[in-house]
């Protein structure tokens, strides 16, 4: 089992930026994939970002490429998601999702934290 925790979500004004955290704990060893999804009051999960949980490759839904990049902490078995730029289509709940297979963009991830609520306000 994994355990996922996120965090740095809030309340922010178009064109600012956030940074959300995911720490990792538990079979760490298992994992594959890190990645980042978000879902709007409505409307169905979406990919946001995915990496792996090596370093060597990422990748990003094309609405958040430039904006937004996904990197890792090994010694502290975190990921972090540093959003710029951010607009009020970015309101979301992010999820932060780790799976032990080769599988980036499919919301099917093993493994989900709680969430946290990012909010951009125009």
């Known amino acids: 089992q994994v355990q996922l925790v996120e965090s740095g979500g809030g309340l922010v004004q178009a064109g600012g930026s956030l940074r959300l955290s995911c720490a990792a704990s538990g079979r760490t060893s298992s994992i594959y994939v890190m990645g980042w999804f978000r879902q709007a009051p409505g409307k169905e999960r979406e990919f946001v970002a995915a990496m792996r949980w090596s370093g060597d490759s990422s990748t990003y839904a094309d609405s958040v490429r430039g904006r937004i990049t996904i990197s890792r902490d090994n010694a502290k078995n975190a990921v972090y998601l540093q959003m710029n730029s951010l607009k009020p289509e970015d309101t979301a709940v992010y999820y932060c999702?780790?799976?032990?297979?080769?599988?980036?963009?499919?919301?099917?991830?093993?493994?989900w934290g709680q969430g946290t609520q990012v909010t951009v306000s125009s």
């Open positions: 999702a780790a799976n032990p297979d080769r599988i980036w963009r499919d919301p099917t991830y093993n493994y």
